[in-house]
């Protein structure tokens, strides 16, 4: 099989989903060539488990990004553009992401700014060059991960559709943040389309991560697994999608 891309950058790769999408990417019969493991501090006790994988795997690199620092973004884009040389950043996973449990009457309004600084800006302005380069370098037609994609990594939690029918807690923030991703999903897919760039929101499942907690019901192998095969498949017809790791659609 070939590689899902030729590169790709993950965001918020320290722990949970994007540490295990670093792994699988890394281990892959066909891996990337560039692996971009991104962290706010990938040198760090919290970056253990990602210097142990990049002293295994040649083509991880480790990138100091804070999502919502624009110091740290253009520093990230101008050691990920040092890597590439001119061939452009093919995958860009937007995995990074906070959780807030509060409700509307108890949310403090700086909490709902910093949820949604997080959540929603995020760095792909900054990298949206590299990714234009990369679909204009590749020499293939139609839309996929291996030419040029921003996966968000999103949750049905942010499905205005689903909204009544998962009442698992409130998280008010967390769920509005991610009903605004979804929106700028769509949004980028339509804009970014005659550029070769595709766009698609993932929802990974209720997985056992930190912020899934050990109630979930997914491994987060499992889930990763589930999202690496969808990725593979994305196609013209699937830009602009809300699916879950097993490729089901999902209502905004």
Same mark, same amino acid.
């Given at each position: 099989?070939?590689?899902?891309?030729?590169?790709?950058?993950? $965001?918020?790769?320290?722990?949970?989903?994007?540490?295990?999408?670093?792994?699988?990417?890394?281990?892959?019969?066909?891996?990337?060539?560039?692996? /971009?493991? $991104?962290?706010?501090?990938?040198?760090?006790?919290?970056?253990?488990? &990602?210097?142990?994988?990049?002293?295994?795997?040649?083509?991880?690199?480790?990138?100091?990004?804070?999502?919502?620092?624009?110091?740290?973004?253009?520093?990230?884009?101008?050691?990920?553009?040092? !890597?590439?040389?001119?061939?452009?950043?093919? &995958?860009?996973?937007?995995?990074?992401?906070?959780?807030?449990?509060?409700?509307? !009457?108890?949310?403090?309004?700086?909490?709902?700014?910093?949820? /949604?600084?997080t959540?929603?800006?995020?760095?792909?302005?900054? /990298?949206?060059?590299?990714?234009?380069?990369?679909?204009?370098? $590749?020499?293939k037609?139609? &839309?996929?991960?291996?030419?040029?994609?921003?996966?968000?990594?999103?949750?049905?939690?942010?499905?205005?559709?689903?909204?009544?029918?998962?009442?698992?807690?409130?998280?008010?923030?967390?769920?509005?943040?991610?009903?605004?991703?979804?929106?700028?999903?769509?949004?980028?897919?339509?804009?970014?389309?005659?550029?070769?760039?595709?766009?698609?929101?993932?929802?990974?499942?209720?997985v056992?991560?930190?912020?899934?907690?050990?109630?979930?019901?997914?491994?987060?192998? !499992?889930?990763?697994?589930?999202?690496?095969?969808v990725?593979?498949?994305?196609?013209?017809?699937?830009?602009?999608? /809300?699916?879950?790791?097993?490729g089901?659609?999902?209502?905004?």
């Open positions: 099989m070939a590689a899902l891309a030729r590169s790709v950058l993950v $965001t918020g790769s320290s722990r949970g989903i994007g540490l295990e999408l670093v792994r699988r990417l890394a281990a892959s019969p066909r891996p990337p060539q560039h692996v /971009f493991a $991104t962290c706010r501090h990938p040198q760090g006790p919290g970056g253990k488990a &990602l210097q142990e994988l990049a002293a295994q795997h040649s083509s991880i690199k480790l990138v100091q990004l804070d999502t919502v620092n624009l110091p740290s973004i253009q520093g990230a884009v101008r050691a990920v553009g040092y !890597h590439l040389k001119d061939q452009g950043l093919n &995958l860009l996973i937007n995995n990074a992401g906070i959780s807030s449990h509060a409700t509307l !009457h108890s949310l403090d309004s700086q909490e709902m700014l910093d949820v /949604f600084a959540n929603v800006v995020g760095p792909l302005q900054e /990298f949206l060059p590299l990714l234009e380069q990369a679909a204009k370098g $590749t020499g037609e139609g &839309l996929s991960c291996s030419r040029a994609g921003v996966i968000n990594i999103s949750t049905k939690l942010g499905s205005i559709g689903l909204c009544l029918r998962v009442p698992e807690a409130p998280m008010d923030p967390y769920r509005a943040s991610k009903a605004a991703q979804n929106m700028v999903t769509r949004c980028l897919a339509a804009e970014l389309q005659d550029k070769g760039i595709l766009c698609c929101a993932i929802h990974p499942g209720w056992k991560t930190d912020m899934g907690t050990e109630q979930a019901l997914l491994t987060v192998e !499992h889930s990763v697994r589930g999202i690496l095969t990725l593979a498949s994305l196609s013209q017809d699937s830009s602009g999608a /809300f699916l879950d790791w097993e089901n659609s999902l209502p905004w």
